[in-house]
């Protein structure tokens, strides 16, 4: 059967995946995209699932910068009023936009991973994906907020591009959206 045609946020995020594959599983999935589609799907879902949170959370902020980029712009800009920033579970995606706003506003590490970690506590057992969009991938591999997804990640970020910072100027996000947000949280 074809492989589905994935949006392209997924295709990016899923070749950010194959992209970190060891040599070999790499060579593997490069046949199996040829001639099979489903097991090469499978494949990168079962990756995934090795590479745990700082994969699936790495490779988000690697395949999406754009997305990264206005989420964090409109979560600065609070001249309109408050700003809610939510995703499906409310602990990936939610958490990277909510580390990084942290970080910009000078938070330390201990800081955010603190406040990230209460994901676990609020989600309890239920914080896989709602709909089928990966159904393939293991979620509970992937179940709660652990203190080292975000502590991995943002280690990740320092290795990747040399400081958070710089991942932050990298989606466009420099010193003229901190400024926005350090003055909107003194008005707010």
Same mark, same amino acid.
């Given at each position: 059967?074809?492989?589905?045609? =994935? *949006?392209?946020?997924? +295709? ?21 995209? $040829?001639?099979? $589609? ?18 699936? @959370? *790495?490779?988000?902020?690697?395949? %999406?910068?754009?997305?990264?980029? *206005?989420? #964090?712009?409109? %979560?600065?800009? =609070? ?5 809610? &920033?939510?995703? %499906?579970?409310?602990?990936? =995606? ?6 990084? #706003?942290?970080?910009?506003? $000078? ?8 406040? @990230?970690?209460?994901?676990?506590? +609020? #989600? ?6 709602? /709909?089928?969009?990966? %159904?393939?991938?293991? !979620? ?11 502590? /991995?990640?943002? $280690? !990740?970020?320092?290795?990747? @591009?040399?400081? &958070? ?11 003229? !959206?901190? =400024? ?9």
């Amino acid at each position: 059967a074809p492989r589905a045609r =994935r *949006t392209s946020h997924a +295709q990016a995020f899923f070749e950010e995946v194959e992209a970190r594959m060891p040599a070999g599983r790499k060579a593997k999935a490069m046949i199996l995209r $040829g001639f099979s $589609g489903k097991a090469y799907d499978q494949m990168l879902y079962d990756e995934l699932t090795h590479g745990g949170h700082e994969l699936l @959370y *790495t490779a988000m902020l690697q395949s %999406a910068p754009e997305a990264f980029r *206005t989420s #964090l712009s409109v %979560a600065a800009d =609070r001249s309109s009023g408050s700003v809610l &920033i939510q995703c %499906a579970k409310g602990k990936d =995606r939610t958490g990277l936009i909510a580390a990084l #706003l942290q970080h910009a506003a $000078g938070d330390d590490e201990a800081q955010i991973a603190d406040a @990230y970690s209460i994901s676990e506590v +609020q #989600l309890g057992a239920d914080d896989g994906p709602s /709909g089928s969009a990966a %159904a393939g991938v293991d !979620w509970s591999k992937l179940r709660g907020s652990p203190r080292e997804a975000v502590v /991995g990640t943002l $280690g !990740w970020l320092r290795r990747e @591009y040399g400081a &958070i910072d710089r991942y932050l100027q990298h989606v466009g996000c420099g010193e003229d !959206w901190r =400024r926005v947000l350090l003055e909107s949280a003194r008005r707010n």
